[in-house]
């Protein structure tokens, strides 16, 4: 835990089946994660294995 100032802040890790964390790819110095991802790593979810649905645009409305 950890006090920030303006309350206690709780952070942990998941680790997956061979006992270490799994960090997006760094390229350039920056980690690259969709909104979904990072929601995903957050909630310690497997953030691999989500991604935005792509819903195509009506042409028409019946």
């Given at each position: 835990?950890?006090w920030?100032?303006?309350?206690l802040v709780?952070?942990?890790?998941?680790?997956g089946?061979?006992?270490?964390?799994?960090?997006p790819?760094?390229?350039?110095?920056?980690?690259?994660?969709?909104?979904?991802?990072?929601?995903?790593?957050?909630?310690g979810l497997?953030?691999?294995?989500?991604?935005?649905?792509?819903v195509a645009?009506?042409?028409?409305a019946?």
């Open positions: 835990m950890l920030d100032g303006t309350g709780l952070v942990y890790k998941r680790l089946r061979d006992g270490r964390f799994e960090w790819q760094i390229s350039d110095g920056v980690m690259h994660l969709t909104r979904v991802q990072f929601e995903a790593l957050f909630e497997n953030w691999k294995r989500v991604g935005e649905r792509i645009t009506p042409a028409a019946n």
